[in-house]
Structure formats: structure tokens, C-alpha cells
């Protein structure tokens, strides 16, 4: 049998827009992962160390407060310094289309907008965060 | 031979109706609200409650409307929430919507502000100014009101854990220009436990963020006859993901027990209970949103004159400002989002809103740019003028329909309210995380209807071509941020510190006894310490919050 994939879902920053990231625990869950749930308002240190500790996968960032451009690269910059280079880093909420492109030039694989299916973001991570490791 | 003889036309019956009806096929659709309510093809006489159910506007139980007047006597205020950058950005966005005929001011605030921390704090880093205004000290809000006359305008102000401060601060901003408090007008929202339960920006525990409520409520009756002490808000909640009959039952039941806490701490029902207002969202199904509006009226009546046994005729009136639904903006295919505002702010108007928002068609990709802010305030306008549904008070009531919606959405209140009084009330139901649940129930059941195209969302699961147009958007710069950091700098660097120290040790003696917290907090104000500081000095008596996330 298949090791369940682990997903971290993570709300850094400090706006309290949480739906979205809770149907995507729950649909992660519902679809057979292990997830777990950060809970509002993490700095990108806490985010890592969970990362770390659960031994996770992948981990979905949901950031609605414009302040990816900021959160991103500094969650991403303490994984490398962590020599974390195989846990799938994703991204959900109000992204601006133009700063996409600079997002996965970071080492983010994919950028979910307002609107995404759910059943895509199941279905990427399957694909994405199982064959990463094994 | 007989006279023609005319036969006479067969009597309609609702059994003939029912019959011609049944042989027509449906469409394969499911025939419910946006909140999964089953409606049925028909509503007739027989779904209208008594009329004295329904009544007269400006009468009790007000369900056509809070004055006898209406939208004949004053229209809707046209009152666009704003705010980005720092606060002088926001009063040059102020000033241009006055300058278009808006006729209040909604203050947004950025989120370090709303949880209480200062521009230079670590986690406000990259949030300084971008969902709202930065407000740090007494300075900022006096630079968000300048050249504007807060004696004449009225303001709404969007915050809430720190809503005293910010009051505070309000208070001594008005006062250094010249216009006391009794003079204010407008509102701050003020709600925390729809903070707890949906918005979740708090800075305290919920218990003394209960007492700190309470004590803003208390000054605000005595000193401030013109303010709304708070804003009871059902918006978030709905965007939470809540249905509209949770929205309304939530809302209500913590606007219940604001009034229960105040009466406890022994204010007159009748001093305060005039004083609160409401807030709902303007989801896009038209009627249950409608329905949704003349029930919270008519139960906020009965509550107030029979459950607190008000006496004053304005404390049973439920008054409240509208904002259409930001959740329900699509970032595919944009300028569809215009018409979708259109429909929902009809809605609030229909329902007999006081004020009202209108979301900008950009809102779910970023903060609105000027033009589209404009289109928002002049689809409040069209509405206003053009449409003539201003003419006549309450055109929908006696509805078959709406009448059998609104009598609906009231019973599912009551049944809300029920469950919630089991647990012991709304503060230990929002311990209990049992609102939390309901609304991330009901919101996970919407996004798998939308998921299988059980519902349509256009532009998204349904009509998904012609989205190719690249919309501008607002870009917030980021060197506002180094500018409010060092605009604060300057502030520290300037005032009194041993003044700072004394305004803070005596808002915690104040906070870990007894007594008032709104005299030191405007004492703080005064004395220029920062939000950040104050909400510190709170916390190393009251502590702060952790919530156990329910998915």
C-alpha cells in the first residue's frame, strides 16, 4: 500500500480569510491525504517548522492579503536554508496574473486563482507530491 | 332556439393549476436558494401570513421597512468602503468620492492594524497598507479626515479587536480640529464575536474582549449621542461561507447578546439599543436576500420589545447598511462581476437597506482601481434614480413569495437560536467552535455543488470563453510601507516617552481591575502611543488568542 501523501495547509499573513483554505483541507482530506491545518495568521518561520515537523509533502500556501510577493520568497528562502528541496510548494488565493511567472521562478509548481476547481488542486497534488518522494 | 348561451369560463383552481403543471416536464435542475433551500414552482395566498405580520413601514414589527418614509423621504447613503496605503492616500481617495457624490466615509484599515500591531512590527512586514489603511497613532487618523468636516460627514469605521483604540483615537483626531465628541456621527463595527466566529482578526481572548466591548459601549452611550456604538455584522460571515439564514441567525443572536451584556452592566435598553446598527451582505439569490432583510427586522422588533421589554420605539428598529458579496465576484471574465453587484445591490434596496456598498468589478483579482470604484457608486446611482424603485415603499411586500421567504428564514432563525441557547449562549457556542462548523459545512457543501456544476457559476464552470482581456489593476507601492515605518519612527521619536509609560502602566492597572478602559485609552491617544502598544500592554494582562481551526 501507498504512503499517504502529507499536505500542510498554511495561511501566512494576517488576514483572517480562511474558507478557502478549509475546503481545500477538507477536499484533501476527503480525497485520502493526511492534512494538516496551520490555522490563521502564521509567520513563514512557524509554516517551515510545521513543514518540518509533519515530515510533509507538500504544503498549499492560501494568501488573500496581497502579501504574497512578500511571504512567498521568505517561505521558500527558509526551506533552502533548511536543505528542503523535496516538499511541492503550492499557492491559492487573489494572485495577480503578472506575478505568477515570478512565483514559480521561485521553485513554487503551481498557482491556484479564485475559481480553481477543487478537484484540480486534489488532482495536482496527487500527481505532483506523491511522485516526489518515495 | 336558445339564445346563445355563453358557457362560462371554468373557475381557476390550484388543483387544475397543479395538474397543468405536473404535465409539463422540469428543467433538470435543482430548484433551490443559493443556500440549498427548496423553493417550489408556486406561491399563492395561502403562503401570506396574517397582515399584521407583515404591517405598515415605520411600524412595528417593521418588516416593510424601518421608517414610515422610506427611500420618499431619503435615499439609501451612498457609502463606498476605502482604504489602501497610508492615511494620506486615503484621504485623497475620501475626497474624490465625496467630490462624486457619495454621501458618507467607510474606513478600511490595513490588517496589522485591524490585529493590532504596528507598521514596524515583523508581521506586518509586506501588509502595511495593502488591504486597507495604515493607522498606527492618533497622527494617522487626524491625516485620513483632514480638510473634511466630522461634524458634517458621517463615518463608518471597519475594525474591531481594536475598535476602542481606534475610537480613542478618532475621539482625539476630531477634538484637535475643533469638534467634540457629541458631535460625531457614524459607526464603528465594533463586533467581535463575529470575529471569533467568521473575520478572525482579534487581538484578545474572548472574555475580555467581551468587557472591552462592553466598556467602549458604555462611554460611547454617554459621551457620543450621535455614534453607532457597534455595527453588529453578518457580511463576513456570509463570505465565511455561512447560508443566509446562519448569516441572519448569527448576526442577530450576537447583536442579542451585545444588548444582554449591556443590560447586565446596567445601562437602560432604551440608551443604547437605538444606537446599534447592523450589517448584512447582498449575496446574488435576489428574493432570499430580500426575505432575509424584512425577517431581521421584524425579529429584531420582537426581541427588543418583548424579550428586553424596550420601550422606546427606535430601540426595536433594525437599521443597517448593506455591501454586496465580494465572494460571489469571479476573477474570470471581470466586468461580469458589474452586473452581478447590480443585481445584489437592487436586493439590499428592495430589502429596505439604510446604506450601502457596492464591490467594484476588480475586487476579486485586487483593491479596486478609481474607474472601477466609480462604476460601483454609479450603479448605486442608476439604482437610485433610474429605476424608480425608490418610488413606492416596500414594492415586494405582500409577495407571495417574499412573504413565505421572509416567514421562513425568521422560523430558521428561532431555530438557530434554540440550539445556540442549549450551549449555553452565543460567547460559549463561539468557544464551542459550533458556528465555526455550521458556516464550514455549509460552505464546503456550496463549493462541491459549484465543483459538479450542480450550480453555474458563468465565467467559471459554465460560458468559460472570452476571457483574454487583461484587467488593470491597482498595484499598491511598496515603498508606502517604509513610508508609514518611518512616519511612525518620527512619531516615537518626537512625543513623551515617560508620558507613553505612564498611559500605559495605567491601562493595565485599569485593565486588570475594574473601571472604564475608555478614559486611559483616550488618555493613550493623547499622549501618541501606538496602537501596537496599547494592544501589548493589554495583552500582558489579558493575554492573547489561539484558535482550534475546525475544517
Given at each position: 500500500?501507498?504512503?499517504?501523501i ?6 501566512p499573513?494576517l ?14 482530506r476527503?480525497a ?5 491545518y496551520?490555522?490563521?495568521h ?8 510545521t513543514?518540518?515537523q ?5 504544503v ?23 536543505d ?11 494572485i495577480?496574473?503578472?506575478?505568477i ?8 509548481a503551481?498557482?491556484?486563482t479564485?475559481?480553481?476547481?477543487t478537484q484540480?488542486?486534489?488532482?495536482f497534488?496527487?500527481a505532483?507530491a506523491s511522485?516526489?518522494?518515495? | 332556439?336558445?339564445?346563445?348561451t ?7 383552481t390550484l388543483?387544475?393549476w397543479?395538474?397543468a403543471?405536473?404535465?409539463t416536464p422540469e428543467r433538470?435542475?435543482?430548484f433551490t436558494?443559493?443556500s ?8 399563492t395566498?395561502a ?16 418588516t ?23 492615511a ?9 468620492l465625496?467630490?462624486h ?8 484599515f ?14 506586518s ?6 488591504e486597507?489603511?495604515a493607522?498606527?497613532t ?8 483632514q ?9 463608518s ?8 483604540i481606534?475610537?480613542?483615537y478618532?475621539v482625539?483626531a ?19 464575536l ?8 482579534w487581538?484578545?481572548?474572548?472574555d475580555?474582549?467581551?468587557?472591552l466591548l ?7 452611550t454617554?459621551q ?7 455595527s ?32 447586565e452592566?446596567g445601562?437602560?435598553v432604551d ?5 446599534l ?8 439569490d ?5 426575505a432575509?432583510y424584512?425577517?431581521a427586522?421584524?425579529i ?7 424579550t ?9 428598529l433594525?437599521?443597517f ?7 460571489s465576484?469571479?476573477?474570470?471574465q ?10 445584489e ?5 428592495l430589502g429596505g ?6 464591490n467594484s468589478y ?5 483593491l479596486?482601481?478609481e474607474?472601477?470604484v466609480?462604476i ?6 442608476i439604482?437610485?434614480h433610474?429605476?424608480?424603485?425608490t418610488?413606492t415603499i416596500?414594492?415586494?411586500?405582500g ?15 428561532y431555530e ?5 441557547d442549549?450551549?449555553?449562549g452565543?460567547v ?14 455549509a460552505s ?8 459538479h456544476?450542480?450550480?453555474?457559476i458563468?465565467?467559471v464552470?459554465r460560458?468559460t470563453?472570452?476571457d ?18 518611518a ?5 516615537r521619536?518626537?512625543?513623551?516617552a ?5 498611559t ?12 472604564n478602559?475608555?478614559p ?18 493589554l ?12 475544517f
Amino acid at each position: 500500500m501507498s504512503k499517504k501523501i502529507r499536505v500542510v495547509v498554511a495561511k501566512p499573513g494576517l488576514d483572517g480569510h480562511d474558507r478557502g483554505a478549509k475546503i481545500i483541507a477538507r477536499a484533501l482530506r476527503d480525497a485520502g491525504m493526511e492534512v494538516i491545518y496551520t490555522g490563521l495568521h502564521q509567520t513563514p518561520e512557524q509554516i517551515v517548522e510545521t513543514v518540518i515537523q509533519e515530515d510533509a509533502d507538500a504544503v498549499g500556501l492560501s494568501i488573500l492579503s496581497g502579501a504574497h510577493m512578500t511571504l512567498v520568497p521568505r517561505i521558500v528562502e527558509l526551506l533552502k536554508a533548511q536543505d528542503i528541496d523535496d516538499v511541492l510548494v503550492t499557492v491559492g488565493g487573489t494572485i495577480p496574473a503578472d506575478d505568477i511567472p515570478e512565483l514559480k521562478e521561485l521553485g513554487v509548481a503551481e498557482v491556484f486563482t479564485p475559481g480553481a476547481p477543487t478537484q484540480d488542486i486534489v488532482e495536482f497534488m496527487r500527481a505532483n507530491a506523491s511522485t516526489r518522494r518515495n | 332556439m336558445a339564445a346563445h348561451t355563453k358557457t362560462p369560463a371554468p373557475q381557476p383552481t390550484l388543483e387544475g393549476w397543479q395538474e397543468a403543471y405536473d404535465a409539463t416536464p422540469e428543467r433538470d435542475v435543482s430548484f433551490t436558494t443559493l443556500s440549498g433551500e427548496p423553493i417550489r414552482p408556486l406561491y399563492t395566498e395561502a403562503d401570506l401570513p396574517p397582515a399584521d405580520a407583515i404591517g405598515l413601514p415605520g411600524q412595528y414589527p417593521f418588516t416593510r421597512g424601518v421608517y414610515p418614509s422610506m427611500y420618499r423621504g431619503r435615499l439609501f447613503t451612498m457609502r463606498q468602503f476605502a482604504g489602501f496605503g497610508t492615511a494620506e492616500e486615503t484621504n485623497e481617495r475620501f475626497r474624490y468620492l465625496l467630490d462624486h457624490g457619495q454621501t458618507g466615509l467607510s474606513t478600511a484599515f490595513d490588517m496589522p492594524s485591524l490585529m493590532g500591531h504596528d507598521s514596524d512590527h515583523p508581521l506586518s512586514l509586506g501588509e502595511v497598507g495593502r488591504e486597507g489603511v495604515a493607522v498606527d497613532t492618533v497622527d494617522d487618523m487626524q491625516t485620513l479626515f483632514q480638510g473634511i468636516d466630522l461634524g458634517d460627514v458621517t463615518v463608518s469605521m471597519t475594525i474591531n479587536a481594536p475598535a476602542a483604540i481606534m475610537l480613542a483615537y478618532y475621539v482625539v483626531a476630531a477634538e484637535r480640529a475643533g469638534v467634540p465628541a457629541d458631535k460625531l456621527g457614524g459607526t464603528i463595527q465594533a463586533d467581535i464575536l463575529k470575529e471569533y466566529i467568521a473575520q478572525k482578526e482579534w487581538c484578545f481572548p474572548i472574555d475580555p474582549a467581551m468587557r472591552l466591548l462592553g466598556d467602549m459601549v458604555e462611554w460611547s452611550t454617554e459621551q457620543m449621542p450621535r455614534w453607532n456604538s457597534v455595527s453588529i455584522s453578518g457580511y463576513h460571515i456570509r463570505e465565511a461561507g455561512a447560508t443566509a439564514a446562519q448569516e441572519l441567525a448569527f448576526t442577530l443572536k450576537d447583536g442579542l447578546t451585545y444588548v444582554e451584556q449591556a443590560v447586565e452592566r446596567g445601562l437602560d435598553v432604551d440608551d443604547f439599543a437605538p444606537r446599534l446598527s447592523f450589517f448584512f451582505n447582498a449575496q446574488i439569490d435576489f428574493f432570499e436576500e430580500i426575505a432575509k432583510y424584512r425577517a431581521a427586522r421584524r425579529i429584531w422588533a420582537r426581541e427588543l420589545k418583548e424579550t428586553f421589554g424596550a420601550k422606546n420605539p427606535k430601540s426595536w428598529l433594525m437599521r443597517f447598511h448593506t455591501q454586496t458579496a465580494g465572494v460571489s465576484l469571479t476573477a474570470q471574465q471581470p466586468l461580469n462581476n458589474i452586473v452581478r453587484t447590480a443585481i445584489e445591490a437592487l436586493a439590499g434596496v428592495l430589502g429596505g437597506t439604510q446604506s450601502l456598498h457596492t464591490n467594484s468589478y476588480d475586487e476579486a483579482l485586487a483593491l479596486p482601481t478609481e474607474e472601477a470604484v466609480r462604476i460601483a457608486l454609479r450603479t448605486q446611482q442608476i439604482i437610485a434614480h433610474e429605476t424608480g424603485v425608490t418610488n413606492t415603499i416596500d414594492p415586494l411586500g405582500g409577495s407571495y413569495f417574499v412573504e413565505a421567504l421572509t416567514d421562513k428564514m425568521e422560523a430558521q432563525a428561532y431555530e438557530y437560536f434554540a440550539k445556540i441557547d442549549e450551549l449555553g449562549g452565543m460567547v460559549q457556542a463561539v468557544k464551542q467552535n459550533y458556528p465555526q462548523r455550521e458556516i464550514a459545512d455549509a460552505s464546503y457543501e456550496l463549493q462541491g455543488e459549484i465543483d459538479h456544476e450542480r450550480r453555474i457559476i458563468v465565467g467559471v464552470n459554465r460560458y468559460t470563453e472570452g476571457d483574454d482581456a487583461q484587467t488593470p489593476i491597482l498595484r499598491i507601492d511598496p515603498a508606502l510601507e517604509r513610508k508609514q515605518v518611518a512616519s511612525l519612527q518620527g512619531v516615537r521619536a518626537r512625543r513623551d516617552a515617560a508620558a507613553v509609560e505612564a498611559t500605559l502602566t495605567e491601562l493595565k492597572r485599569v485593565a486588570a481591575g475594574g473601571g472604564n478602559l475608555m478614559p486611559p485609552l483616550i488618555d493613550a491617544a493623547r499622549a501618541f502611543t501606538s496602537e501596537g502598544e496599547i494592544v501589548h500592554a493589554l495583552q500582558e494582562v489579558w493575554g492573547d488568542y489561539r484558535e482550534t481551526p475546525v475544517f
